[in-house]
């Protein structure tokens, strides 16, 4: 799957906003006026930066109000709305730590689940996909979700926690890769079963049916830096999880390295998207014969 | 609405018979012909005359080589594809807009392009590659089974039936309700023993294929036929006598030298 840099920001930016948001709701850190206006701050800019990235990839995006209208059925507007709906709560419990020194309790948990709920609506969007075995599995909201809450324990200056659950969210980022890999093929379609032609022998494209590329092939059979993989998935696991978990959970508190962890973080967790994208596999490549 | 219908009331598609496709992508073309002029935003093409041309189609053929597992010639199968018309069409349910949907009263699923954000989602879920945004309009394009022409008391009758259809010359396309066994559709089918592609997704897709039927096997042709030693060197009998009668003539080439 071709790996768009605004879905790659908007997945990874609003999963850590969410994720902040989150520990915010839940009162850790309980925190107020100026400084509670300073996470805030983060956490809607990450949540929404993140969403308004999201319609950079659109084709008409003057028309994305109109997302809001299929939750019955679509998961992407299903998305539209829980993230507005957490933003909202959030908002209201934001004001109420910010301008009032109040944490209304409730509200926040209400916050914070709606939070988590709304990542787990982003990663239902590919979990959903059956054409891309890869994502067609629980460990992709798993994953969703633990790299949400991890980040977002880093931001929330949450670092017992966010030590552990780094280490966690890497240790199951390996899981998900290595029950990943094998996927397509257990599946089993294959450029025989795709077309019925198997009973006729092996099938070989003869001939592509357009002489250039189309839409599919750019979208959906994205090979370039595939051969990169192996390295990125090290540079992933150690900037994201393995070094900020390990540092924080060796290191004597004051954090004064956290920035660092953080920044560490993000570039590893971009590296982990990129590969969620590039390394998918869309079963219509089958009909060129491609991967 | 992107809630599937329960059921609907025919099930119009079509049934490609790929033993008598013969790979000439007239159907392709009449596509781009008519879905460009009619129906919707026009199917765009970029660089169509530069260096690097692509472009929007709803109907692509493939063409594959199928090599016989117990040896032998291998046999060229070419292979239309284009929307299915699903029954459990995934490209229906995941669109946030409405935009696409599965007509009740004749099983198209057809885009309305008005209400397209160009989120790409709905050809993601398709296994097919049946759907391709338009890059100048930025609005997801499909096979409508040209909707604009089967219902157009403005042709004539002949013509009320898809374009691909109309236009293919060896007959590999037919039209009609394959949710009415006794229609004609319906009959080849069975008679030819029609499939469906990918049942394993569970599509349940309305558009069949007739498998191409069993041929007579041949040898397979050498690969290195050209480079093998001819089989008579030097001519005998009537030929050899006047072959050497020939080269004896002053104006023949020296022996050898031709």
Not at chain 1, 64 to 81: C, D, G, M, P, Y
Not at chain 1, 154 to 172: C, H, I, T
Not at chain 1, 217 to 222: I, M, P, T
Not at chain 2, 146 to 156: Q, W
Request: proline share 6%; charged share 15%; aromatic share 10%.
């Amino acid at each position: 799957m071709h790996p768009a840099p605004s879905v790659i920001l908007f997945t990874a930016l609003s999963g850590l906003g969410f994720g902040l948001l989150t520990w915010l709701g839940l009162g850790m850190p309980d925190v107020t006026g100026t400084v509670a206006f300073v996470f805030y701050f983060i956490g809607f800019a990450l949540s929404g930066g993140g969403l308004i990235a999201s319609t950079f990839h659109l084709g008409n995006p003057q028309r994305a109000i109109k997302a809001f209208t299929q939750w019955r059925t679509s998961w992407l507007s299903r998305e539209a709305w829980l993230s507005l709906a957490a933003l909202t709560v959030m908002g209201i419990y934001a004001v109420g730590q910010i301008f009032f020194g109040e944490r209304l309790v409730l509200v926040g948990y209400v916050g914070a689940s709606l939070s988590l709920i709304t990542v787990f609506s982003t990663s239902m969007i590919y979990t959903q996909l059956k054409t891309v075995p890869r994502w067609n599995h629980p460990t992709t909201p798993m994953m969703f979700l633990m790299l949400s809450v991890s980040g977002g324990a880093l931001l929330a200056n949450q670092m017992d926690k966010a030590a552990l659950l780094l280490l966690v969210s890497g240790a199951l980022q390996v899981l998900t890769w290595h029950l990943g890999d094998g996927r397509f093929a257990q599946r089993g379609s294959t450029l025989e079963s795709a077309t019925g032609l198997g009973h006729m022998g092996k099938a070989r494209q003869f001939e592509p049916p357009h002489t250039g590329t189309n839409y599919l092939l750019d979208e959906f059979v994205y090979v370039v830096g595939r051969k990169h993989s192996r390295n990125l998935r090290v540079i992933a696991l150690l900037c994201m999880s393995i070094i900020p978990g390990l540092g924080l959970l060796l290191m004597p508190p004051p954090h004064n390295a956290a920035l660092v962890f953080i920044v560490l973080h993000i570039a590893g967790l971009f590296a982990s998207r990129w590969l969620f994208f590039a390394e998918a596999e869309h079963v219509v490549g089958l009909y060129y014969d491609k991967r | 609405m992107t809630q599937l219908p329960s059921s609907t009331t025919r099930k119009l598609g079509l049934v490609i018979d790929l033993d008598t496709c013969v790979g000439c992508h007239a159907c392709v073309i009449s596509c781009k012909g008519w879905n460009t002029e009619n129906y919707g935003a026009p199917l765009s093409d970029m660089d169509a005359y530069g260096g690097d041309p692509s472009g929007t189609f709803l109907n692509r053929v493939h063409t594959y080589e199928m090599q016989p597992e117990q040896g032998g010639a291998a046999q060229t199968v070419h292979f239309p594809k284009s929307c299915l018309h699903c029954e459990d069409a995934p490209c229906v349910t995941v669109c946030p807009t409405g935009a696409s949907y599965k007509r009740v009263e004749d099983g198209i699923v057809l885009v309305n392009e008005s209400n397209c954000i160009g989120c790409g989602l709905c050809a993601w879920s398709c296994p097919y590659g049946a759907r391709e945004l338009d890059r100048a309009e930025g609005v997801m394009k499909k096979c409508t089974l040209c909707v604009d022409r089967i219902y157009n008391e403005n042709l004539p009758e002949v013509d009320r039936i898809p374009s691909c259809v109309r236009t293919c010359p060896a007959g590999a396309r037919s039209f009609g309700d394959l949710g009415d066994p006794d229609s004609d559709v319906s009959q080849l089918v069975a008679a030819r023993g029609g499939y469906d592609l990918m049942p394993e997704l569970g599509t349940k897709p309305v558009n069949k294929y007739l498998p191409p039927r069993p041929k007579d096997t041949t040898d397979a042709i050498d690969i290195l036929a050209p480079f093998l030693e001819p089989v008579a060197e030097e001519a005998t009998g009537f030929i050899g006598w006047l072959d050497r009668a020939l080269d004896a003539l002053p104006a023949s080439p020296k022996k050898g030298s031709n």
